[in-house]
Antibody, heavy 117, light 107 residues
Framework: QVQLQESGPGLVKPSETLSLTCTVSGDSMSGYYWSWIRQTPGKGLEWIGYIHYTGSTNYNPSLKSRVAISVDASKKQFSLRLTSVIAADTAVYYC???????????WGQGTLVTVSS | DIQMTQSPSSLSASVGDRVSITCQAS??????VNWFQQKPGRAPKLLIY???DLEAGVPSRFRGGGSGTDFTFTISSLRSEDAATYYCQQYHTLPFTFGQGTRLEIK
């Protein structure tokens, strides 16, 4: 059974960097893309970006200047960094596995990150 | 970005009813649509991929269809546990985008 678990601070100050890690269990990271998605009451579900297990990335242009996703397949982890955060970055952040033709098949439980001083 | 417009935004139906949700894409996206179910406090759960393919382990009362710009998600015989918000998502063109969701209430 594939499981994903997000971890990281639940509170980040404005202008600082949001950092989250997703730990994968139950399967290898090989052969898949790994993605971050966030959800807010106002904007709904927003795709942030993905990383292939080989390290190639693709990001949402709306966040591209501030976001970086990295992978450490040996630890079965991938990470999200979002710089210069503002209140509008307050959201529940999900990590997800992406198989084949971009089928988001397994998701983490989500973690709430609040941007506030 | 491709906009995914879902309707209705909410609906209420009874156990045993057939319910349908539509999702319209702003551009032709072939059959590149996923459908998800989300219950409060939980992550989205994949139900349908490639517009009409049922994810393993998902009950057959859930169905998807359509191609191009118009897509439909149907629950053939509603059960109480189907109360949730349902989302469509396109993966034809980056950035991937989601519909705004349809909240389904059981009467």
């Amino acid at each position: 059974q594939v499981q994903l678990q997000e971890s990281g601070p639940g509170l980040v100050k404005p202008s600082e960097t949001l950092s989250l890690t997703c730990t994968v269990s139950g399967d290898s990271m090989s052969g898949y893309y790994w993605s971050w998605i966030r959800q807010t009451p106002g904007k709904g579900l927003e795709w942030i970006g993905y990383i292939h297990y080989t390290g190639s990335t693709n990001y949402n242009p709306s966040l591209k200047s501030r976001v970086a996703i990295s992978v450490d397949a040996s630890k079965k982890q991938f990470s999200l960094r979002l710089t210069s955060v503002i209140a509008a970055d307050t959201a529940v952040y999900y990590c997800a596995r992406v198989r084949g033709k971009f089928v988001f098949d397994y998701w983490g439980q989500g973690t709430l990150v609040t941007v506030s001083s | 970005d491709i906009q995914m417009t879902q309707s209705p935004s909410s609906l209420s139906a009874s156990v045993g009813d057939r319910v349908s949700i539509t999702c319209q894409a702003s551009h032709d996206i072939s059959n590149n649509v996923n459908w998800f179910q989300q219950k409060p406090g939980r992550a989205p759960k994949l139900l349908i991929y490639d517009a009409s393919d049922l994810e393993a382990g998902v009950p057959s009362r859930f169905r998807g269809g359509g191609s191009g710009t118009d897509f439909t998600f149907t629950i053939s015989s509603l059960r109480s546990e189907d109360a949730a918000t349902y989302y469509c998502q396109q993966y034809h063109t980056l950035p991937f985008t989601f519909g705004q969701g349809t909240r389904l209430e059981i009467k």
